[in-house]
């Protein structure tokens, strides 16, 4: 099966980590939030992608080339970034329309479902998620087992079931043309081409849509968020290594290449590649590739690549009933 990922966002709100680094290959929980999309869609059956790209897009390009070198896999570039609609849209000669259903998922989505049972799902389906606040989504609404209604970003929305960037289209071809529909036409939602409103075509015109649950869906598009998914992850598939006169608290993730120093580690904490952390405490954190950390106490830290943080420590001559708050 053929999947397209689009990736091309810029990820403003992961600054000043994606100045250098495009949101996808920052690490979560011991390797790139793309490389854990791969990893899954891989193991689930994918044996081909599109991958969508545009800002840095040759850092993913390299990436995918050498570690997924066994991933059939073509990039396309977004020269605009008008929407998810029009990322798909960019890739539509790469869709195959011989019958094969195709999965599209969004390259800041880290989920975990039965991919092998929504295959097997003889309508269309999409991804859901019961949310809060469910504004900031597409919404589904239903009609008995089968969306009758998909609405992007509604002001007042008649539901909470959000669309969490995961489809599964058994009629691609459908998909395309409703895509150029949308294009030629200019129809276009808050200035977007919308997928949603795609998908909605789709429906207007008689092709049936179910939805399948995803409630291990972890975002990557904010500082707090990444956080909280390196957690989440890191409960899951954490390698706990453990080092000579070092304490490691579970879960953390410790590349094999850092050296680590008098340090306690954990619990949730990230080291990278040929990171040095030295007379350091660290959790709940994530500590990039080539970082130097001495004499440091992190919490609900992110430390890009080769940053190098050196703190130290204090002298205080406290008198009784003294309080003194060093945040």
């Not at 409630?215 to 992850?233: F, I, Q, V």
């Not at 579970?250 to 904490?269: D, F, L, T």
Request: net charge negative.
């Amino acid at each position: 099966m053929h999947a397209i990922i689009p990736v091309a966002g810029v990820g403003t709100r992961l600054r000043p980590h994606t100045y250098t680094l495009p949101k996808v290959l920052l690490n979560v929980a011991g390797k790139p939030i793309l490389g854990h999309i791969l990893d899954k869609l891989i193991e689930d059956g994918i044996t081909s992608a599109t991958i969508v790209v545009g800002y840095m897009g040759d850092l993913v390009e390299q990436y995918v080339r050498t570690q997924f070198a066994h991933l059939k896999a073509n990039f396309v570039t977004q020269e605009e970034l008008l929407g998810l609609g029009h990322s798909i849209w960019v890739a539509r000669d790469s869709i195959p329309v011989d019958g094969e259903p195709l999965f599209i998922i969004l390259g800041d989505t880290i989920f975990d479902v039965d991919l092998t049972s929504v295959f097997r799902t003889p309508t269309s389906a999409l991804g859901v998620k019961t949310v809060e606040d469910p504004r900031r989504f597409g919404v589904v609404e239903m009609e008995g087992e089968y969306i009758s209604r998909l609405v992007e970003k509604p002001e007042h929305p008649k539901t909470n079931l959000a669309v969490v960037g995961v489809y599964f289209i058994r009629n691609p071809k459908l998909l395309i043309e409703s895509l150029n529909e949308l294009v030629e036409k200019n129809i276009r939602t808050k200035n977007e081409y919308q997928l949603t409103d795609a998908l909605q075509r789709m429906i207007d015109l008689g092709e049936r849509f179910s939805t399948f649950a995803v409630d291990a869906w972890y975002d990557c598009g904010k500082p707090e968020t990444m956080l909280s998914t390196n957690r989440h992850l890191l409960m899951k598939r954490s390698n706990d290594r453990r080092i000579a006169g070092v304490i490691t608290i579970p879960p953390v993730s410790i590349a094999a290449s850092a050296e680590i120093e008098n340090s306690i580690i954990g619990p949730y904490a990230t080291i990278g590649e040929g990171a040095f952390v030295r007379d350091s405490i660290i959790r709940d954190s994530i500590i990039g590739d080539g970082c130097v950390i001495e004499t440091a106490l992190l919490e609900g830290s992110i430390a890009g690549n080769n940053a190098m943080i050196k703190s130290g420590f204090r002298r205080v001559n406290a008198g009784d009933s003294s309080e003194i708050d060093f945040r």
